[in-house]
């Protein structure tokens, strides 16, 4: 007489009778040693699954099947890098199925923030985007900030569906679903972000306690995201870990900032003005006279004026140039995916030119903060 064996994972007895039923493992691992059921497979697994990436395309055909269950989606987006990672087309995929926006690496705003304004920032922003979403929750999976929000706002929408999770890549999804993973199930370790690519294109199931699943989608790449064409060494520069320190600068017309070797932005024109730099802080900042700049890259590049690195130059995309008109009296961001964005504060009014990697978004957005 063999006794029930037990699942090495969460300890319930395990069967090979219903896929469905917990403590479900295929008949030909039952009778091995240290057999985990299915579900606690995955959950182990999930972390080597979770960081594969697609191309939009593909990622669009895989999402075309979302349409057609019923289930609650979770877009997840990155507020460093807001405009770079929204998915804008999600609405027309996702059918009628709620869409839920999960705001992530709120800890990298400054501790004075207005949490309601942003959170109506958030809403016109996505809505300017053509997304329509049932909820807006802030939250730092990172630093474990409003995570109850997002276990509250996922357990009153779901009502017994299954959850889809989308995001563009380096928005902190794994962190999150990690953290899902262990408030919804019995399972209390922490499993580990995982930087390796995986092999499938496959969504990753989860299985949740009441038969349903959480499933995470590859990530997106977008290429008009900085984080996406930097050399990956250089990644940890550009993803803030410290609440983003504001930089004031005073400028007079004609003078110009570079960050790092990524970026330059020239006031060209307008009166003299403040103008407030939001960046990672592994980004360096120089400042130099207009028309003293294009010498000052051709003698510094990859080296003072980095990153990247010289050599990694060669394999990134040449700048290109993005005038932007800032309107009298408003209070806008000069948004640079990846990078930032640099707040202006003039009365009169600004001519500035952005010079960034050909492809990267740039764009004048209302003012964050
Ligand atoms: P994924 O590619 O969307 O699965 O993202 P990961 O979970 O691998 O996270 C990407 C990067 O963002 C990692 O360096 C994380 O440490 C970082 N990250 C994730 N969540 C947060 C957060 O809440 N705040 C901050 N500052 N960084 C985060």
């Known amino acids: ?13 395990l069967h090979s009778e219903d896929p469905k039923k917990p403590g479900f493992v295929p008949a030909s ?15 182990k697994h999930y972390s080597e699954a979770s960081s594969v990436t697609v191309d939009q395309d593909e990622f669009l055909k895989l999402l075309g099947g979302i349409a057609s269950t019923n289930s609650l989606v979770v877009h997840i987006v990155d507020l460093f890098d807001f405009q770079g990672s929204l998915i804008s087309g ?4 996702v059918g009628n199925n709620p869409v839920l926006l999960v705001v992530n690496k709120i800890d990298l705003l400054p501790p004075v923030t207005n949490w309601n304004r942003l959170r109506n920032w958030v809403q016109k922003q996505a809505s300017e985007e053509g997304l329509k979403v049932v909820d807006v929750v802030l939250c730092s999976a990172r630093r474990n900030i409003g995570f ?18 989308v995001g563009a890549t380096n928005v902190g999804k794994s962190t999150l679903i990690n ?13 580990t972000v995982s930087r390796y690519p995986g092999t499938t294109l496959d969504a990753v199931h989860i299985p949740l306690d009441d038969g349903k699943s959480i499933i995470d989608t590859p990530g997106i790449v977008y290429s008009w995201r900085m984080s996406e064409i930097i050399p990956r060494k250089d990644l940890a520069a550009l993803l803030p870990d410290k609440p983003l320190k504001p930089l004031t600068y005073q400028l007079n017309e004609k003078q110009t900032l570079f960050f790092g070797g990524l970026a330059r932005f020239d006031f060209v024109e307008g009166e003299r003005q403040s103008f407030t730099a939001y960046l990672s802080s592994g980004l360096p900042v120089h ?12 003698q510094h590049r990859g080296v003072m004026l980095s990153p990247p690195s010289l050599e990694d130059l060669e394999s ?4 290109t140039r993005h005038r932007l008109r800032i309107p009298a009296n408003s209070k806008q961001d000069i948004f640079i995916s990846g990078i930032g964005w640099i707040q202006t504060n003039g009365k009169t009014g600004a001519t500035v030119d952005v010079h960034a ?5 740039v764009m004048l957005r209302e003012s964050i903060l």
């Open 90 to 93: 999600l609405q027309r995929f």
């Open 1 to 13: 007489q063999l006794q029930a064996s037990r699942c090495a994972g969460c300890g319930i007895p």
């Open 357 to 361: 990697p050909r492809g990267i978004k």
């Open 287 to 298: 400042r130099t006279k207009l028309e003293r700049a294009d010498e000052l890259y051709e």
């Open 316 to 319: 990134m995309p040449a700048w």
């Open 179 to 191: 953290r899902l993973i262990s408030d919804y199930s019995d399972l209390k370790r922490e499993l």
């Open 29 to 43: 691992s039952l009778d091995k040693e240290e057999a985990i059921c299915q579900r606690c497979f995955r959950i």
């Open 148 to 165: 109850d929000r997002v276990v509250e706002a996922v357990n009153s929408l779901r009502q017994n569906k299954d959850v889809y999770v």
